[in-house]
């Protein structure tokens, strides 16, 4: 059975940084494609970057420049680095194992 489960969301000022983790179980992060998305209040849920099974990568505008995603294959997990967040970055962020396992989700919350 595959889970993954995120972590590492909370509650940051405007400018300051996040590390999210999404960890994988019963299948790995090498099999297929991983990705972020992020569903704000009242919004559909929206790609925010993804890493493919040979980390190539690739991020929406919106992100470009603040956020890196990256992969630990010992550990099994995938990571969020978020720099410079903004208060519309708030969001539920998702981790997506492709095709269709999916975390519960972390909060993410940018306000002073």
């Known amino acids: 059975q595959v889970q993954v489960v995120e972590s590492g969301g909370g509650l940051v000022q405007p400018g300051g940084s996040l590390r999210l983790s999404c960890a994988v179980s019963?299948?790995?992060?090498?099999?297929?494609?991983m990705a972020w998305y992020r569903q704000a209040a009242g919004k559909q849920r929206e790609l925010v970057a993804f890493?493919?099974?040979?980390?190539?990568?690739y991020y929406v505008d919106f992100v470009k420049g603040r956020f890196t995603i990256s992969r630990d294959d010992e550990k099994n997990t995938v990571y969020l680095q978020m720099d410079s967040l903004k208060p519309e970055d708030t969001a539920i962020y998702y981790c997506?194992?492709?095709?269709?396992?999916w975390g519960p989700g972390t909060q993410v919350t940018v306000s002073s």
């Open positions: 890493i493919s099974v040979g980390k190539a990568t």
């Open positions: 997506n194992l492709r095709p269709s396992y």
């Open positions: 019963g299948s790995s992060v090498r099999s297929d494609t």
